[in-house]
């Protein structure tokens, strides 16, 4: 009798063991979104970035570390993208599963084809893109790169479930797949069309969908716009013809309205991440909402 309320334990305990959801941590909610798809109900996911901060510059906060140092995986977009947070985070974690290297760690920018890469890394003059332009998830044909990343760490450290991870895979990029072709059709008319930005961020959408971005705002990566590039971009914009300028939601747009006021053009803010407004819920909802801000713009 005793032996069997034993044998009865350990098979509930091998069982809870199995149910378990990997607890997973990423940098910022479009890889929340895109590992929720992959890991269905066999994840738990918490982004530490929320979807109207600027990536580059989020402040850690303690509840973070105690997220990390539980976590199962941490996936981050890499590139240095988040250089001035997640390593101050990951070291205070103390969470060996998850650091660089550990079995657990997913460096997102794996087998991106980037773009931008310079010719020499150099922070000497305020630059954050040094290794390449990170803001690769914003061409969805990276958020199919990205997926099939963590599809492998998934399978990895979930074997049992590894065909339930492969099937959401497919799932996923044929969502994408079917998207892809209604955002180039929507965009086709608009190809070539000139604009400027505010931040060095969509050299990915732009040559997913046949932008020309032209200057920025910010006379280099994470360099606050000053005089003398403002009126360098108002004259580009009238020589030009350029009458959009792409903002995001975590720059103030008083820059933008200032150009825009002086160019004749309008200020467009792009959301660079889900949940930068409440109807963006996911991945694919991001692409929505840029295309629709783009056409009603250009219309
Ligand atoms: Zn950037």
Do not use: C
Not at 71 to 100: H, M, Y
Not at 212 to 233: M, N, R, W, Y
Not at 235 to 241: L, N, P, V
């Amino acid at each position: 009798m005793k032996k069997n309320i034993y044998f009865i334990l350990l098979m509930l305990l091998i069982a809870s063991a199995s149910q378990a959801q990997l607890k997973i941590v990423t940098t910022i909610p479009d890889l929340k979104s895109i590992a929720e798809s992959i890991g269905g109900d066999r994840v738990d996911v918490f982004s530490i970035a929320t979807g109207y901060q600027n990536p580059h510059f989020v402040d850690p906060k303690p509840s973070y570390i105690l997220k990390l140092s539980k976590a199962d995986v941490f996936i981050t977009v890499g590139l240095d993208l988040e250089i001035g947070w997640v390593p101050a985070l990951l070291n205070s974690a103390r969470n060996q599963k998850i650091q660089k290297g550990g079995e657990g760690y997913i460096d997102a920018s794996t087998n991106i084809p980037l773009l931008q890469i310079p010719s020499s890394v150099n922070r000497g003059e305020g630059d954050i893109h040094i290794f390449g332009n990170p803001h690769f998830w914003l061409d969805p044909l990276n958020g199919k790169i990205i997926a099939q990343t963590i599809t492998n760490t998934l399978s990895r450290l979930d074997p049992e479930h590894q065909g339930q991870f492969h099937a959401n895979l497919k799932k996923f990029n044929e969502a994408v797949d079917a998207k892809i072709k209604v955002w180039e059709t929507t965009l086709a008319r608009f190809k070539n069309t000139k604009v400027i930005a505010y931040h060095n961020e969509w050299p990915y959408f732009e040559q997913r969908f046949g932008l020309k971005i032209v200057d920025f705002l910010e006379p280099k990566p994470g360099i606050p716009p000053t005089p003398s590039q403002l009126a360098k971009i108002i004259g580009t914009m009238k020589r030009e013809q350029i009458k959009i300028i792409i903002n995001s939601p975590y720059f103030t747009a008083e820059s933008a309205d200032l150009v825009a006021r002086n160019a004749g053009g309008k200020v467009v803010t792009f959301a660079t991440s889900v949940g930068a407004t409440p109807e963006i819920k996911t991945y694919i909802d991001l692409f929505d909402y840029n295309v629709g801000q783009l056409v009603s713009a250009l219309q």
